[in-house]
């Protein structure tokens, strides 16, 4: 059973327009949310993150939602850049129930952000 | 600098023959953790530690082994390597309070069994 879902496998877009990833969850206790990033070669690094009491997060050119009710958070990356082409991991984790910290994955999705 | 190593970064192998690849973090971090990535299929998490001598099943370890005696190095160990592991692996630590919010990723190791 697949608890975070990544249905996008890729997404192009125009440098300077934004990019619009988007996340979606099955478990309730998921209570924080991370984002990613993977460059070929290089294992993956950190993004931004949510937690479950907040619907939104900015820093710089990246921002998190997070609609509870629905389950569903997205990464907006405004305006976007060609280095910003990368495989994006949406991740969540349920802090007071895990027993062992875990970070739960979702597949990942293809940014190709084009000159 | 501060990091997260793996090595061997490229590995190829036979089925049967056993293999240790090692992860050492210079951060002091208690937590450490071994992903694999497979295409479609995200990372998957193998084994972690939240200290020394303290080690736990994640998602999908059968195959697998670790072992934690010094607080920098996490080895993961394939006792008798299959097809099936062929896989890009990935080491990752943080301070054991900052794990759901932050891990700290090595370079990966490509591994290959034929």
């Known amino acids: 059973d697949q608890q975070v879902k990544q249905n996008s496998p890729s997404l192009s877009v125009q440098e300077g327009r934004i990019s619009i990833l988007n996340c979606d969850y099955t478990?309730?206790?998921?209570?924080?949310f991370l984002w990613y990033k993977k460059y070929p070669a290089e294992g993956p690094t950190f993004l931004i993150s949510i937690s479950s009491i907040k619907d939104k997060n900015e820093d710089g050119r990246f921002t998190v939602f997070l609609n509870k009710s629905a389950k569903h958070l997205s990464l907006h990356i405004v305006p976007s850049q060609p280095g910003d082409s990368a495989v994006y991991f949406c991740?969540?984790?349920?802090?007071?129930?895990?027993?062992?910290?875990?970070?739960?994955f979702g597949k990942g999705t293809l940014l190709t952000v084009n000159p | 600098e501060a990091q997260v190593t793996q090595n061997p970064r490229y590995l190829i192998t036979v089925t049967g023959k056993k293999l240790t690849v090692t992860c050492s973090q210079n951060m002091n971090h208690e937590y450490m953790s071994w992903y694999r990535q497979d295409p479609g299929l995200g990372l998957r998490q193998i084994y972690y530690?939240?200290?020394?001598?303290?080690?736990d099943k994640g998602d999908v370890p059968e195959g697998y082994k670790v072992s934690r005696k010094e607080k920098r190095n996490f080895p993961l160990i394939l006792e008798s390597p299959s097809p099936n592991q062929t896989s890009l692996y990935f080491c990752?630590?943080?301070?054991?309070?900052?794990?759901?919010?932050?891990?700290?990723f090595g370079p990966g190791t490509r591994l290959t069994v034929t």
């Open positions: 530690s939240m200290n020394v001598e303290v080690t």
């Open positions: 478990n309730s206790m998921f209570d924080y």
């Open positions: 990752a630590s943080s301070f054991w309070d900052r794990v759901v919010y932050e891990q700290y």
């Open positions: 991740a969540a984790s349920a802090r007071s129930g895990g027993s062992n910290y875990k970070l739960t």
